[in-house]
């Protein structure tokens, strides 16, 4: 069993920045691929981005330029910089993993955190 746990949400001016962090409670972190998604209110849950041990990345096209997932093997933690924030990126964020390979599809995650919200204001 895996455990996520996101922090870094808030409130945010449209243009500016905020960085979310997802710990996992395992021992082996870097075998797993960790997983960006979010939620608007009224939609469903989408792909943001995702990363695996070794450098393999992928990007929703809608964040692409403007959001950098990396993470932290020693501190068991994946990140989620986001700069030049939209309107359209306000949801819940959250964080996923899976064994090894990435994906964009959340039913392809096995372990999820409890998310953190993430507003962006005009």
């Known amino acids: 069993q895996v455990q996520l746990v996101e922090s870094g949400g808030g409130l945010v001016q449209a243009g500016g920045s905020l960085r979310l962090s997802c710990a996992a409670s395992t021992r082996t972190f870097n075998m797993f691929a960790m997983g960006w998604f979010r939620q608007a209110p009224g939609k469903d849950r989408e792909f943001v981005a995702a990363?695996?041990?070794?450098?393999?990345?992928d990007y929703a096209e809608a964040v692409k330029g403007r959001f950098t997932i990396s993470r932290d093997n020693a501190k068991n933690t994946v990140y989620l910089q986001m700069n030049s924030l939209k309107l359209e990126d306000t949801a819940i964020y959250y964080c996923?993993?899976?064994?090894?390979?990435?994906?964009?599809?959340?039913?392809?995650?096995?372990?999820w955190g409890q998310g953190t919200r993430v507003t962006v204001s005009s």
């Open positions: 996923a993993a899976r064994w090894w390979t990435i994906s964009t599809m959340t039913g392809e995650y096995a372990y």
């Open positions: 990363i695996r041990n070794g450098g393999a990345i």
